[in-house]
């Protein structure tokens, strides 16, 4: 039997994606487990590999994907037949925090995500680079030499600072940590209802069910403070909650509700500031384990002069962005995407029934040796630009990709990027563990402190 276009089988002619072999034990947590557990899935399994976890009345079948090839043929089709907000994931984050970009179906998500891009566009990102450059400046600045940090505390503060006086308009200093808590309980409790068979009822009051509601209590206070304080002061600069402020809702002709407004300021804070944390906690971890690389970015940065770094800089910090997107690669904040198979579809060679929940393993996907030399090496220069020619696009997705790829990633590369070269010309980081412990209650986080010793360096920054 022969498709529409001839000469490519039609789709129910092509076979289904071949079972994974690993035991239903084995299955069931390793598909929990985002970025070693799908690792282990895949190895077992193939590139494309189905993973029943349950008769299908209960749950759907999942799909992994983690070749470049696969991950193209569902983040990067735009025909319908794929859908991020129809996911279990996102159902049940949906509960948790209302709707928003990352969990509404196409129809409201293109016209929310109109509205907002233009705040995140690579030229309108470097309005905010002096609060990053500052934000980094002021932190490091109060580290002592000899000192002992959490690489993970610090840069969760940073990374919270500059999202929050860059497009929220507010101060959110001293609330990282209590963000964090809420955030991890509530991603926690989501993820795991999403892959798991049997759930409890909602309306249960279980320890997991009870934070869960704290913490989306928690998050949507805090959107409902920084919602009050930019209707208060017409004059704050606020640029996201303006926006929001000004969209209009496609389904009402009218301006979105304060509830709407809400429930996108949480993902914001969800999706904006953890993801570049450990991202640059990796980086400068990494850099504090190898500090011949640290040498290399001190030279870079150092070369700049003694003044505050701008981002025409960035250019020329090419090493520095080198070590960011190698840090991307070994440690993905995102380590998998999740999309619903609306109509059979053939990714890689398998078809995917409607109805599958497939999940694009970006972590297993950056550590696959058939794309990369000695993969779990942290080598900043497989980013030369030499050597990035005629790699294949799809084989690194930090940002995911397709229509519904990261919108802040502009946002968090010049971020990371001042951050980095601002911290590491004026301390000297000595990592003190030898490795990365993580977790991944839906993104990467670091699952222990991440600890390093500072010393400072001699600098005369020049207004
Ligand atoms: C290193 C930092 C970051 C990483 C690795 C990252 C990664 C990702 C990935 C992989 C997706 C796509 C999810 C999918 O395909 O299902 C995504 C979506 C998203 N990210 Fe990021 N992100 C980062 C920083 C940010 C920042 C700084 C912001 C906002 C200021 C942000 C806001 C969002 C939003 C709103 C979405 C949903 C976009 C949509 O569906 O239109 N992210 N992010």
Redesign the pocket.
């Known amino acids: 039997m022969l498709g529409p276009d001839r000469g490519t089988p039609a789709i129910p002619a092509v076979p289904l994606a071949p079972k994974n072999p690993l035991p239903y034990r084995q299955r069931l947590t390793a598909t929990r487990r985002f970025d070693t557990g799908l690792q282990a899935l895949k190895k077992a399994g193939g590139p494309v590999t189905r993973i029943v976890l349950g008769p299908r009345w209960l749950m759907p079948p999942v799909a992994l994907i983690t070749s470049p090839q696969g991950a193209r043929q569902v983040?990067g089709r735009t025909d319908g037949a794929v859908e991020?907000g129809l996911t279990p994931m996102s159902w049940e984050l949906r509960r948790l925090v209302g709707d928003?970009?990352?969990v509404v179906a196409h129809r409201e998500?293109l016209p929310?995500?109109r509205a907002?891009q233009p705040i995140?566009t690579k030229q309108n990102v470097r309005g905010f680079a002096g609060h990053m450059a500052d934000i980094a400046e002021a932190s490091s600045r109060r580290w002592r030499t000899g000192a002992e940090v959490d690489l993970d505390v610090q840069c969760r503060t940073l990374?919270l600072r500059a999202?929050s006086r860059?497009?929220l308009g507010v101060d959110l200093d001293g609330r990282a940590g209590k963000i964090a808590a809420a955030m991890r309980a509530g991603t926690t409790w989501a993820a795991d209802r999403a892959l798991r068979p049997v759930n409890l009822p909602y309306w249960l009051p279980t320890g997991a069910q009870r934070r869960a509601r704290a913490a989306s209590a928690t998050l949507r206070d805090l959107a409902a403070g920084i919602l009050g304080s930019c209707r208060a002061d017409q004059t704050r600069e606020a640029p996201?909650v303006r926006a929001l402020m000004e969209a209009i809702d496609p389904a009402t002709d009218q301006p979105l509700s304060d509830r709407a407004i809400c429930d996108?300021l949480v993902?914001?804070m969800l999706?904006?500031?953890d993801?570049?944390s450990?991202?640059?906690t990796y980086a400068l971890w990494s850099l504090g384990y190898h500090r011949h690389l640290q040498e290399r970015v001190l030279a870079e940065v150092s070369a700049l002069g003694e003044r505050r770094l701008v981002p025409e800089d960035v250019p020329r910090l090419g090493f520095t962005v080198q070590v960011l997107h190698e840090a991307?690669r070994m440690c993905?904040?995102?380590p998998a995407?999740?999309?619903l198979v609306l109509r059979d579809i053939v990714v890689d060679g398998w078809r995917l029934e409607a109805g599958t929940f497939v999940i694009?393993g970006?972590h297993a996907l950056h550590h696959d040796p058939a794309y990369w030399d000695d993969p779990s090496n942290f080598d900043p220069d497989r980013f030369d630009p030499q050597r990035c020619r005629g790699r294949d696009r799809w084989q690194y997705?930090?940002?995911?990709?397709?229509?519904?790829?990261?919108?802040?990633?502009h946002?968090?590369?010049l971020?990371?990027t001042l951050a980095l070269a601002t911290i590491l010309r004026r301390v000297e980081v000595i990592s003190l563990g030898d490795s990365f412990p993580t977790a991944t209650p839906l993104?990467t986080i670091a699952a222990t402190p991440i600890r390093a010793r500072v010393r400072t360096r001699r600098l005369t920054l020049t207004p």
């Open positions: 983040l991020r928003n970009l990352l998500w929310r995500r907002l995140f990374t999202l860059s497009v996201l996108e993902l914001f999706a904006g500031h993801t570049t450990v991202a640059l991307l993905p904040p995102a995407v999740g999309r694009v970006i997705l930090p940002f995911g990709g397709g229509p519904r790829a990261c919108i802040g990633d946002f968090a590369m971020e990371a993104t």
